[in-house]
């Protein structure tokens, strides 16, 4: 059984900077490319920004310049540092994962449970 799970939402204002975390645990043999995506109310889900296991990262034009993503890979953990936010940025933010689990050949996509976060102007 593999669990991600999620810290760091809250509400905050415009211009600040806001951390999420996102850790796996479990039954893990490998992880590979981690990520966050978010969803805005009446909005589809969409792709954050993701980073590889080999450190490769990749963002959303939105967020360019503004959040950076990292990874611990010794602890199987994911950090999203959000700077200069915007009221558009207000969304669930939801982390996931491909891993391969112990006693498994084949890689499965987890989910964390989604963490809110609001930017008032």
């Known amino acids: 059984q593999v669990q991600l799970v999620e810290s760091g939402g809250g509400l905050v204002q415009a211009g600040v900077s806001l951390r999420l975390s996102c850790a796996a645990s479990g039954s893990i043999f490998s992880v590979n490319t981690m990520g966050w995506y978010r969803q805005a109310p009446g909005k589809q889900r969409e792709l954050v920004a993701h980073?590889?296991?080999?450190?490769?990262?990749d963002y959303a034009d939105s967020v360019k310049g503004r959040f950076t993503i990292s990874r611990d890979n010794a602890k199987n953990t994911v950090t999203l540092q959000m700077s200069s936010m915007k009221p558009e940025d207000t969304a669930v933010y939801y982390c996931y994962a491909e891993v391969r689990p112990t006693m498994s050949p084949y890689i499965y996509q987890y989910w964390g449970q989604g963490t809110q976060v609001t930017v008032s102007s």
């Open positions: 980073i590889t296991s080999g450190f490769a990262t």
